[in-house]
């Protein structure tokens, strides 16, 4: 492994840019962040400021070609991870890009076929669950065969609120899409069409936002995966995955923060949001990617997975607006690349 840390370009210095910016300088070994952008030239200056030799850049392109920048980070806005993702690729530059890879199939495909013709992988996908210590616990026991055959993956996915700008696709296409590339993952198996039960909206939810929903799948190799999403609960942060296989059932997301008695009542607490509850899969992620790319390698959920999530979340789409249950209907087969 080289002995110069990793230099880094961080493009999107929102919530999760910033949180990863304190990662990269403050938790994580082998890396330093060289440049931000951030469409918001504040945004971007206060995050930079206080990084010795941390560049602050409004344009994507202007940060991946400061001094020192050996990768990129994509943290921005999903609509902005296609361009950001295609300039790194013209610069041969690894990236790791925060999920969803693009809102859509069609960006995703876009961004498929440029790796494709760049003949290697530059790409890890922030798929973080697949870095969550439970969630690996999970995969091997599913793996290992023990527990049988799976039969049904039931996932609770629910946020304390959404932000201002979030609308009902994005309860598909920004949120469910990580149980999308979880079940994928999980199952080793590839989602095959969609169905979405839509109860009467929660009154604590925005007005015209179709809030919770039921997400039914079905796979491949005849499993099915459901998944509440509910994104105005209002209590916290929670994300739950039980899968029941035909000799036995294991969960994740139980919570195993302390018991507390007191006042007559006993209870524990909830996280609030997902940079608690995932801290420690964020940090692995990263981790993994920095140690990775320092190598040369390249691991993790590439662009073919993201690809695939994208798909799977458009017929989620038209599954929430139809009613019907719609198949999923990738453009092309999995790419030698992505074998
Ligand atoms: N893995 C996870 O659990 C997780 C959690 C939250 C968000 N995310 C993902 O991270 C990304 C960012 O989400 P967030 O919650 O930080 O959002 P945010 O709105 O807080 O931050 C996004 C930032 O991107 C900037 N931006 C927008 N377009 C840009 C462009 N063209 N170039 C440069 N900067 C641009 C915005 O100004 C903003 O500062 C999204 O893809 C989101 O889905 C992942
Ligand atoms: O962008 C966020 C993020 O991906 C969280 O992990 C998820 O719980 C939210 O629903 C989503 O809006």
């Known amino acids: 492994m080289p002995s110069a840390p990793l230099g880094i370009a961080v493009v999107g210095t929102g919530k999760m840019g910033a949180d990863h910016v304190r990662r990269l300088t403050s938790v994580i070994g082998g890396a330093r962040v060289a440049a ?6 504040e945004r971007a200056k206060d995050v930079a400021g206080p990084i010795d030799g941390c560049t602050a850049h409004t344009d994507p392109a202007a940060a991946m070609a400061a001094p020192g920048v050996d990768a990129v980070l994509i943290a921005s806005s999903g609509p902005a991870h296609e361009s950001a993702l295609l300039e790194a690729f013209r610069r041969g530059l690894p990236v790791l890009c925060e999920k969803p890879l693009t809102p859509d199939p069609g960006g995703a495909l876009r961004v498929l076929e440029a790796e494709t013709r760049l003949g290697r992988r530059l790409t890890q996908v922030g798929f973080m669950r697949r870095y969550d210590a439970e969630y690996v616990r999970l995969k091997a026991l599913l793996d290992e065969g023990g527990l049988g055959r799976p039969l049904f993956l039931h996932c609770r996915h629910r946020n304390a609120s959404s932000p201002s700008f979030f609308t009902t696709e994005m309860l598909i296409r920004d949120s469910v899409v990580h149980e999308v590339d979880a079940a994928r993952w999980l199952l080793g198996q590839e989602l095959t069409a969609v169905q979405v039960l839509r109860p009467r909206p929660s009154s604590y939810a925005p007005e015209g936002l179709g809030d919770p929903q039921l997400v039914l799948f079905e796979t491949a190799g005849g499993a099915v995966v459901d998944v509440e999403i509910f994104v105005n609960c209002g209590f916290g942060y929670e994300v739950r995955c039980e899968a029941v296989c035909e000799r036995g059932a294991a969960s994740t997301g139980a919570g195993t923060g302390p018991v507390v008695r007191s006042g007559g009542r006993w209870g524990g607490e909830l ?24 190598r040369g390698d390249v691991e993790g959920p590439s662009t073919w997975d993201g690809y695939m999530a994208a798909v799977v979340c458009e017929a989620g789409v038209r599954a929430q607006r139809s009613g019907e249950r719609v198949p999923v209907e990738p453009a092309l087969e999995r790419p030698g690349l992505y074998a």
Do not use: K, L, N
């Not at 931000?36 to 030239?41: I, R, S």
């Not at 996280?271 to 320092?294: C, G, I, L, M, S």
């Open 36 to 41: 931000v952008a951030d469409v918001d030239a």
């Open 271 to 294: 996280p609030q949001d997902f940079t608690a509850r995932f801290a420690d899969a964020y940090d692995r992620e990263v981790q993994a990617w920095v140690d990775a790319t320092r």
